[in-house]
């Protein structure tokens, strides 16, 4: 299964984006609904809501904002439950990283959750929080990576 990835342009693929995020993060991990959108879930070119697409549908999400000036975060890093183990995470994150570097920016960090720690130090980011800490409920620890 081939996958491609396009980033939002329009309300109808930001709508997809959020469509996932709410399968994943509220209906799968229960993550309240009103806390899961938010101010960047716009189309802007200060916020770049990246879509996997395996087939033509789409399966994944996740977004790029500016984190500090030499900073990209990634956040909402989401691909749904059954297009798991395929791989189609670490090609999403790769390809918002290479966004990141268009963008101009050196260092990408996240906040991952704890359950998840492992798959972003393969692809090697590192744990810079002192201590896990609670997100939406879910422990996280945020992680850094020079790109």
């Given at each position: ?26 209906v ?80 990408s ?30 422990l ?8």
């Amino acid at each position: 299964m081939a996958a491609e990835i396009s980033y939002a342009q329009t309300e109808e693929q930001l709508q997809q984006a959020l469509d996932i995020r709410h399968d994943v993060f509220v209906v799968e991990q229960q993550v309240p609904a009103e806390i899961e959108i938010d101010d960047y879930d716009v189309i802007s070119a200060d916020v770049h809501h990246a879509l996997l697409h395996v087939d033509g549908q789409p399966v994944g999400t996740g977004r790029l904002v500016y984190y500090a000036d030499d900073t990209a975060k990634m956040q909402r890093i989401a691909v749904l439950k059954s297009y798991r183990s395929f791989g189609y995470g670490r090609v999403l994150l790769l390809a918002m990283e290479e966004r990141a570097r268009e963008l101009g920016l050196a260092y990408s960090v996240l906040d991952a959750q704890c359950q998840a720690q492992a798959f972003y130090e393969k692809l090697g980011y590192e744990v810079i929080s002192a201590e896990p800490f609670y997100d939406a409920g879910i422990l996280h620890v945020r992680m850094r990576k020079s790109l």
